[in-house]
């Protein structure tokens, strides 16, 4: 795995929000529940399928006790990393020295969420796959099992943090990433990484209105007909939220899909512009 050194910025390494954003997730999450329906309420067959042959597919893989192994050693290592905040820092930590094991219960992805992104991953067979915002690896274990041929670049500015999410990945023989330590919207805007076409893209770096946006229209030369983004936390601010109805109107999107934690966006020429809120 290569590691490329720049003007780091982070995945913001943990969140508890504030009480003016936790008034906010739970309306989000009322009308959420109001509005949210399974299966039975999906009439695209596109999305259908993916509903009911990924979401909610009950095949119990042998790649989620790797995910579950993966975790339970971060969350068994009580070893301490000096982290790099940048943006809007954390709420939960009052030291930049923070154990391994904190990290991975703040600010990983969830059990339930990483076998979702691992069903995702597995469904699309994406061949090349971004993941804006490495942290510990959880998201990143997910996408490679997903699919072990694909070629995975996942980005993250503290470097330290990074270290400890190679030597993870390594232990448990995950060889297709490229972990890159980087100033997230610098990287984006290389020419080279423009003319690139990823299938799948994971945003988990920046939690904020504009940075959201800017990410956004900095890949848009990348999408394919086939392309899948996934932006995580779309509700846990009223900026993330503004900046998931901005995604959802731009011309280029057809489909999405909001699982309230997710936004998923599909660039799909033959669908309908369609916005669904689904249970998953």
Known sequence: MARKVAEPQSKICAFAPS?????????????????????HGVHSPFVFSLVTKCFYDKEKYAEYSILKNYRKEL????DTIEVIDFGAGSKVFKSNTRAINQIAGNAGISKKRAELLFRITNYFQPERILEIGTSLGLATSAL???????????????????????YQLQKFNINNVECVNTEFKNYLQNSQLQAS????????????????????????????NESVW???????????????????KHPKVTV????????????????????????A
């Open 144 to 166: 490679s099992l997903g699919n072990s041929k694909a070629k995975i670049t996942t980005l993250e500015g503290c470097p330290n943090t990074l270290i400890q999410c190679q």
């Open 19 to 39: 009480r003016e954003n936790m008034i906010q997730i739970i309306k989000s999450y009322l009308n959420f529940l109001w509005n949210s329906k399974n299966e």
């Open 230 to 248: 996934i932006f995580d936390d779309i509700h846990w601010s009223n900026d993330m939220t503004e900046a998931w109805k901005i995604i959802k």
């Open 256 to 279: 999405t899909i909001d699982t309230f934690q997710w936004g998923i966006v599909f660039f799909r020429q033959e669908q309908p512009k369609e916005h669904f809120v689904i249970r």
């Open 197 to 224: 076409n990823f299938q799948l893209i994971y945003f988990d770096g920046n939690h904020s209105k504009q940075a959201t946006l800017d990410y956004f229209e900095l890949l848009l030369p990348t999408i394919t």
């Open 75 to 78: 969350l068994e290592n009580y």
